[in-house]
């Protein structure tokens, strides 16, 4: 072999034994991604939530307000305060004052009854005027002096007058006299003392308790009147325990109440359906007793129970059929539809009620109806077969 060709082979072995060198930062070999033509597949929230766009419901108005305005005219009209102080009238309030119109008996215009008692013509016989009208002139004199017993006793007879107008008065200047002389007691005192037992005067005396605010006092002489009722007066009577009820605390109410019940008299169930209303919210009865008809009624009664806006599908699909019951009526329809339209919004389509406003949306739409309402209907189908559609 030639010096030549040795060195070869000795170059070719020698490079043949050196290991690879390795690379400080070896490279990453990245492949580009393929290009994706094909459709993406929504997943099935994203799906719905396209198609309640594209079907969205939304309230379009409220609810118009009850068709029949005399249930809001004798609800404002339902106030019993008033029976607190009957018998009086609206022009009568307890006064010191005489009720019969003495001064006129005895003296010219311009002079009063104090005038005349300071003057003496109590005390005087004769000058016109008769045995009662001095009797009664006297009284008042009594209690100018705030001798209220002994004007009472001199009253109490002039109860069976026969001078026109005076029995009325008289009844009403004993109720004022002794609610001024003291509380409850002090009057049964003085009443007691004069043999008064008239039930007439009872209840002046009540209700001029009530007038003054002594609710208490009042009660007294409400129930001494109620125990000496006169059963050939049902209305009296009725009207004795209207007033026991206004004045009693709420607690004890219900019982007054129910004594109306066996009275069949038409005025004693009116004044029964009217506390009842009042008192228990019972209304009914009442409303129907102020020329209200059923229907109206049952009208006021599906406004009422309108669901809160938190109720369940389930509540408001109920509400909505019962609403269309009332079919004829454009404010019926207008809360079906809009029952139906908060339904929809609060469900989903594994929920309960799908199938049930599907029906009750074509029933509407197969019926008579308004047809202002086509559009809202048609959404609500669409917005079910947008929405509740298989993926």
């Known amino acids: 072999m030639g010096r030549a060709a040795v060195l070869v082979t000795l170059l070719v ?7 690879a060198e390795k690379l400080e930062q070896p490279r990453e070999i990245v492949r ?8 993406p597949t929504p997943v099935p929230q994203a799906r719905a ?9 939304d309230v379009i108005s409220s609810p118009p307000p009850p068709p029949d305005p005399k249930i809001a005219e004798a609800m404002a009209a339902l106030d019993v305060h008033d029976y607190e102080r009957w018998p009086l009238s609206a022009n009568q309030h307890p006064a010191l004052e005489p009720a019969y119109p003495i001064a006129k008996v005895y003296a010219q215009p311009g002079v009063s009854w104090l005038d005349l008692c300071s003057r003496g013509a109590q005390n005087r016989r004769g000058g016109g005027g008769s045995f009662e009208q001095l009797e009664y002139l006297r009284a008042w004199c009594d209690v100018a002096k705030r001798e209220a017993r002994s004007a009472v006793i001199r009253l109490a007879p002039l ?60 009660i007294v002489f409400a129930d001494r009147a109620i125990a000496a009722h006169d059963t ?25 109440i129910h004594r109306l019940s066996p009275f069949e008299n038409p005025f004693c169930q009116s004044k029964l359906n009217e506390l009842n209303c009042w008192h228990a919210q019972l209304c009914a009865p009442y409303l129907l007793d102020q020329g209200v008809s059923e229907r109206s009624l049952e009208l006021g009664e599906l406004y009422r129970d309108r ?21 004829g009526a454009r404010a019926t329809e207008e809360l079906a539809i809009s029952a139906m339209e908060t339904a929809l919004r609060r469900m989903n ?5 799908v199938r049930e406003i599907r029906k009750l949306a074509s029933d509407i739409m197969l019926s008579r109806h308004d047809r202002s309402f086509d559009r809202r209907l048609e959404t609500i189908d669409l917005a079910l077969e947008s929405i509740c559609a298989p993926p």
């Not at 509380?183 to 008064?196: E, G």
């Open 307 to 327: 669901p809160k806006p938190s109720a369940t599908p389930k509540a408001w699909i109920e509400y909505a059929q019962r609403a269309w019951q009332f079919r």
């Open 32 to 39: 580009e991604p393929e290009e994706d033509t094909s459709e």
């Open 349 to 353: 389509c594994e929920g309960p009620g």
């Open 232 to 256: 050939r007066r049902p209305v009296e009577h009725c009207m004795r325990i209207t007033r026991r009820v206004v004045l009693s605390e709420p607690g004890e109410r219900s019982g007054w």
């Open 49 to 57: 939530a396209v198609a309640r766009k594209e079907s969205r419901i």
């Open 159 to 218: 109860v069976r007058s026969t001078v026109l107008g005076m029995p009325a008065a008289v009844r009403l200047d004993i109720a004022n006299i002794v609610v001024d002389a003291g509380d409850s007691d002090d009057a049964a005192q003085i009443l007691s003392a004069a043999l008064v037992d008239d039930v007439a005067i009872f209840d002046i005396v009540a209700a001029s308790f009530a007038e003054v605010g002594r609710t208490k006092d009042a």
């Open 13 to 19: 072995g020698a490079c043949a034994s050196r290991a």
